[in-house]
């Protein structure tokens, strides 16, 4: 989904909001030319945001596993996007962004210092992908990497040209997005969200194993389908069973719930899982 340029932005920086796309790093700053930044996106639709506690909290998780310090506490992250959201029209979906990185660099120069951590939030008009448009998948030759090779238990901005390879790759071979396989050859999630396929009536994820984001919208639609009384299995999955699967879609905070439209030469319908993942996902957020 292509941002637009001109789009309505607000950002808190420095104990002010600021209109527009403000500035917030300098050219020597650590996080600018060594890329510590992390960041977090909640979701602000229909007059909701939700769990936008847990983004705050993963925000300030991933500066840790990043080595920076948070400098602010989750519930006031939470106060600031409130208060932040009130400076839109209450129509537009917005997507809400604190972002953590550290200015200096420790005696190595390639570490941080986690003093120096600064944090700014972002909030930004961004459409919503309509209910129905899917998007289509292939493989790629770039997998997720392991917790020894990269920092992948934070939502870390580094972490991101690896995915833009991908879809890329995928671009170039006429697709939109891919399914990507860890390291050791089991599928991870696509280059952007979470996956989910269904098969004879159940539905099956990848088991998180470190080597992506056990995502907030994974784990609440996990939650609403068994609710539900659907059968989702947690499991090592690998590219075939998405060959064979009846039906593939994915989660994530940006599009929310959106379904597979073709795997390769194989297409696919918006199938009822996903149907089903969106009625309840919306339903719950709309409580």
Known sequence: MTMKPNRNIWTWFEGDWHEGNHLILGAADHGTWLGTMVFDGARYFDGVAPDLDLHCQRANASALAMGLRPTMQAGKIVELAKEGIEKFDGMCPLYIRPMYWSTLGGPTAVDAVPES???????????????????????????????????????????????????????????????????????????????????????????????????????????????????????????????????????????????????????????????KSRELYWNWAGR
Request: glycine share 6%; with cysteine; hydrophobic share 40%.
């Open 117 to 275: 951590t600064v944090f700014c939030l972002c909030i930004e008009e961004a459409a919503m992908a309509p209910e129905g448009v899917g998007f289509s998948v292939t493989t790629t030759s770039f997998v997720r990497p392991l917790l020894s090779m990269a920092v992948v238990n934070a939502k870390a901005s580094c972490l991101y040209p690896n995915n833009a390879r991908m879809l890329k790759e995928a671009q170039d071979k006429g697709f939109q997005n891919t399914i990507t396989c860890d390291a050791m050859g089991n599928v991870a999630e696509t280059a952007t969200a979470n996956i989910f396929l269904a098969k004879d009536g159940e539905v099956f994820t990848p088991i998180p194993n470190g080597t992506f984001l056990n995502g907030i919208t994974r784990q609440r639609v996990i939650k609403l389908l068994r609710q539900a009384g659907e059968t989702v299995h947690e499991a090592v999955l690998k590219i075939e069973d998405f060959r064979q699967a009846d039906e593939i879609f994915s989660t994530g905070n940006y599009s929310k719930v959106t379904h597979v439209t073709a795997f390769d030469d194989r297409h696919f319908e918006f199938g009822p899982f996903a149907k």
